[in-house]
């Protein structure tokens, strides 16, 4: 699909969006995706799992990607299976503290042999005792009712049972949010609240947020198309930009659902469209604010974030072939904490321990060893 731009970088105001979001049926849907959970899900600050501080490696890393539609690999039309592939071998072989899965992990949520092929197909990062950190996507609801998809996503990644958006507190400087954005995000709703609250009770001593998610809250708005950013999601810029303005954390935000790449910075916050885990590429016509204007196609990628004290360097790697042997560094930029001064970016060119310790088997068997 073809995502061309004809001069359009805002379709309208956000108030005037919200109206359109339950016009559209996405309130009406998000109440029901919500009824399934509203018993279970807390509301309570402070984050769902811990790693320590000991327990990460110096420079700490973190992988971030999604869209990779694990699904049968003769499917080609659905995926691109020795892309999707290749990129999970190099995330293993990468090593890094954590990897952040922004969605679409399955081609369709509702077939469990789906599930099965994500885990055959990771092995190495089990083996490897990655900390693996999914968020649920569009297609985690495709072929299924509702409860079933969740049921499916829970057997799957067992700690996470009941909860469908949740936090990680990686080490003293780092904070990781993982939203649902196929449930609201809109100012009242269930999930709003309990990201007020999460970014309301950071200690001052954080230096960082990450939060992923599926669907983009800012990304190259083009004419005609069905996945510009959403009011759902829009609200959670408006969050960010009166939330911003009482903590010292630097936001970075990385999602997916656009099978491309993309980067800005909005008002202080990095915005980032990470879509290139396996599914079919989409050409995106790029408009003035995206930062990288690179024209390389297809963009199967990750990327990864190395913090530096008060600097992380990023840098998205591209797949340069299909074979998985050539990667490329096409965009490569720093985020800077508010303590430091201003970002800076170059263009293109429960308690989780150490690892194989034995405090740490029984919380990292359940994040790293999905099952079904």
């Known amino acids: 699909m073809r995502r061309s731009l004809r001069g359009l970088l805002r379709v309208f105001n956000t108030v005037n969006l919200y109206v359109v979001c339950a016009v559209m049926g996405l309130a009406q849907s998000s109440a029901s995706q919500t009824d399934t959970q509203r ?195 829009m609200a959670v810029v408006d969050l960010l930009n009166k939330e911003k303005l009482k903590s010292k954390a630097k936001f970075v935000v990385v999602a997916g659902h656009i099978h491309n790449y993309e980067r800005f910075q909005q008002d202080g916050v990095v915005y980032l469209v990470s879509g290139g885990g396996g599914a079919p590429q989409q050409t995106v016509e790029r408009t003035p604010t995206d930062l990288y204007q690179d024209h390389s196609f297809p963009n199967f990628h990750y990327v990864k974030f190395v913090f530096n004290g008060d600097t992380v360097d990023a840098t998205m790697y591209r797949l340069a072939d299909s074979s998985g042997s050539v990667w490329e560094a096409k965009d490569t930029f720093k985020v800077e904490t508010n303590r430091t001064g201003s970002p800076k970016s170059t263009k293109p060119a429960r308690a989780i321990s150490r690892r194989g310790t034995t405090s740490s088997r029984s919380v990292l068997k359940q994040m790293q060893n999905p099952r079904l």
């Open 39 to 233: 018993s279970v899900q807390s509301n309570q600050p402070g984050p769902t799992f811990v790693v320590r501080e000991i327990d990460l490696q110096k420079p700490t890393t973190v992988i971030a990607y999604g869209d990779m539609r694990f699904t049968d690999p003769t499917n080609v039309k659905a995926t691109n299976t020795p892309a999707r592939r290749a990129l999970v071998a190099r995330v293993a072989q990468e090593r890094p503290d954590a990897v952040l899965l922004n969605g679409d992990l399955t081609m369709h949520g509702g077939d469990q042999a789906d599930y099965a092929i994500y885990q055959t197909e990771t092995q190495a990062w089990r083996d490897a005792h990655l900390r693996v950190f999914p968020a649920l996507g569009n297609h985690e609801f495709a072929n299924c009712e509702i409860r079933q998809c969740l049921q499916n996503w829970w057997r799957t990644f067992p700690e996470l049972k009941d909860r469908r958006w949740y936090s990680v507190q990686l080490g003293t400087k780092l904070y990781v949010i993982a939203l649902d954005s196929n449930d609201s995000l809109l100012p009242g709703s269930q999930q709003h609240r309990w990201l007020e609250a999460q970014i309301a009770s950071l200690p001052k001593n954080f230096e960082f947020v990450f939060i992923t998610m599926h669907h983009e809250p800012v990304g190259d708005i083009q004419m005609g198309a069905d996945d510009n950013p959403r009011p759902n999601e």
